[in-house]
């Protein structure tokens, strides 16, 4: 849990799953005259974030070693959680992330194979008083994820990979919610979007949020 003043909700999910648009509609519900709402993502949400996250994404005809791939991703994070996260919550607002680092256990972890042991270093160095107080697993198979995201004809390195990494970078964040139950909850993202949206404010609502 973070120990700062404000809020850290994240929205975590494999490809197709929503998060860009369900991000929004979060922050429109939690948004008000008391509450400020920082909206920002991963990899990115900074200069240095944004520029990482082009390398991660765009260039597919780089190699990237799976460790290499971790580290940029945790690079990505350092910068953000100094210019961005941490000064968010420190002043009190809630900040609501696209992606953090349940990401990176499932997609470098679970998809590539990093080692789980890897991370949990990386994580103790970059955050280790940092955690989400809440986070909104979107799931759905990794066939319609790829399906979706894979709609628009432009696919990144993320989404080019193959349906057997998705399968276990969903299997992953499932696991993380079981394993915190308390954190992490999971709404069905194959739902019609307003049924989804109901399943989000009903999340939001039991926590007092809105």
């Not at 609501?96 to 994580?123: E, H, P």
């Not at 299997?171 to 019609?192: G, H, K, S």
């Amino acid at each position: 849990m973070n120990k700062h003043l404000g809020l850290f909700i994240t929205l975590e999910g494999i490809e197709g799953a929503g998060k860009s648009t369900h991000a929004d509609y979060i922050r429109r519900l939690l948004a008000n005259d008391d509450t400020d709402v920082v909206l920002t993502r991963e990899p990115g949400g900074t200069e240095l974030g944004e520029r990482i996250r082009d390398i991660l994404l765009i260039h597919q005809e780089l190699h990237i070693e799976p460790e290499a791939e971790l580290l940029l991703m945790f690079t990505a994070r350092w910068q953000h959680l100094k210019q961005v996260i941490i000064p968010g919550l420190a002043s009190g607002k809630i900040v609501l992330c696209d992606r953090f680092t349940d990401s990176s256990y499932a997609y470098q972890g679970g998809g590539r194979g990093v080692s789980r042991d890897m991370i949990d270093k990386l994580v103790n160095i970059v955050h280790p008083d940092v955690k989400p107080d809440l986070t909104i697993l979107l799931d759905l198979s990794a066939e319609t994820g790829l399906a979706r995201a894979r709609q628009s004809g432009v696919v990144d390195r993320f989404e080019s990979e193959t349906l057997k990494f998705f399968e276990s970078a969903r299997q992953t964040f499932l696991d993380i919610a079981r394993a915190e139950p308390d954190r992490v909850f999971v709404i069905n993202a194959e739902q019609d979007i307003c049924n989804i949206q109901q399943e989000i404010k009903q999340v939001l609502e039991g926590k007092g949020l809105c």
